[in-house]
């Protein structure tokens, strides 16, 4: 099955920094999705792409849909302590019936304050 | 508030026992899905559903069964529940070609 590498699989920063994770496929996807799940909720979508090369931003965060469909990164600029959680990438095709994520193992986000 | 709702949000379970969670969700989404998520793994597809009446099996669906009798609730059942089934479980959904998923706040199940 499908499946997506995310790295790093975890990292500590000091606050004021700016992260930098990403997702791979070895298949294309139509959709790429972030989400941030903190502890004890379930995840919550931070930014929705659609199109190869498309650079998407919310706030602090800046997400891309890579050129060839295969991959996406996801940028944090000036780490704050709420940023820590997990961060997930997700991958989404809509062809015939199923329409299901694929999701990365997650990067677990720890800051420094 | 909109969205989707979980039930029960803790639960334990000695093995060979059977469960029922639901999942409900209040925006008239066609599709919904559950998921379990394992340390180290990600959050996997159980069983998902693209409307009332219909379920399909998704990455690790052994040893669970599902329902969509409404459109808005989707069940998840555990017949015989094995120390393997401990997990968080996310319930989601999202409209026709949505543009992301609503994710339910997770059941906690322990089976001992």
């Known amino acids: 099955g499908q499946q997506l590498n995310q790295s790093p699989q975890s990292m500590f920063i000091q606050e004021g920094e700016d992260v930098s994770m990403n997702c791979t496929s070895s298949?294309?996807?139509?959709?790429w999705l972030w989400y941030k799940q903190d502890p004890g909720e379930g995840p919550v979508l931070l930014i929705a792409?659609?199109?190869?090369?498309e650079l998407t931003s919310n706030g602090r965060l800046t997400a891309q849909f890579g050129i060839t469909r295969k991959d996406s990164f996801l940028n944090i600029s000036a780490s704050i302590p709420s940023d820590v959680g997990i961060y997930f990438c997700a991958g989404l095709n809509y062809g015939g019936s199923q329409g299901n994520l694929i999701f990365g193992k997650g990067t677990k986000l720890s800051v420094k304050p | 508030n909109a969205g989707v709702t979980q039930t029960p949000k803790f639960r334990v379970l000695k093995t060979g026992q059977s469960m029922t969670l639901l999942c409900a969700q209040d925006?008239?989404?066609?599709?919904m899905y559950w998921y379990r998520q394992d340390p180290g793994m990600g959050l996997r597809l159980i069983h998902y559903?693209?409307?009332?009446?219909?379920?399909a099996k998704g990455e690790v669906p052994d040893g669970y069964n599902v329902s969509r009798l409404k459109k808005q609730n989707f069940l998840l059942g555990l017949e015989s529940a094995a120390p393997s089934q401990t997990s968080v479980y996310f319930c989601a959904s999202t409209s026709r070609g949505g543009k992301g998923y609503t994710f339910g706040s997770g059941t906690r199940l322990t089976v001992v």
């Open positions: 298949s294309i996807f139509n959709t």
């Open positions: 559903s693209v409307g009332e009446g219909t379920t």
């Open positions: 792409l659609y199109k190869a090369g």
């Open positions: 925006m008239n989404h066609e599709y």
